[in-house]
């Protein structure tokens, strides 16, 4: 996205992603007070919406996966989502690699209405 001098236009927020790659949106702070989660994943949906990312809710292939750092809760349908997109995929490890897999943060931020984003190289 180009920025103008005259204007600062809203940052997408998801940095634009390679034609091969999958997008998971790990939802955080769902225990906060007050929030209402289909409403909260129904503002995300509008929200990457704008960008032309349409998740599951709106016919898309992006997963929205409600996950609570700090209780755990939803950690591990997390970790089924990525092992489900690794299969469909079919992503392999290298014959006799015998380390597990990395990832690398290559980007984190705050962003209002969406709390910390964070990009990963997986």
């Known amino acids: 996205m180009k920025k103008s001098n005259s204007t600062n236009p809203k940052k997408p927020p998801v940095k634009p992603v390679a034609k ?10 769902i225990d906060k007070l007050g929030i209402v989660l289909e409403t909260a994943v129904r503002n995300v949906d509008s929200q990457f919406l704008k960008y032309g990312v349409e998740t599951e809710n709106m016919g898309g292939n992006v997963q929205i996966i409600p996950v609570n750092g700090i209780t755990g809760d939803g950690l591990e349908e997390l970790v089924e989502g990525l092992v489900l997109q690794s299969q469909i995929m079919d992503l392999r490890a290298q ?7 990395e990832a690398t943060v290559i ?10 984003v964070v990009d990963v190289v997986v």
């Open 20 to 29: 091969n790659s999958v997008l998971i949106i790990a939802l955080a702070k």
């Open 95 to 101: 014959q006799g690699v015998m380390h597990p897999g």
């Open 107 to 116: 980007d984190s931020r705050v962003e209002k209405g969406l709390g910390v």
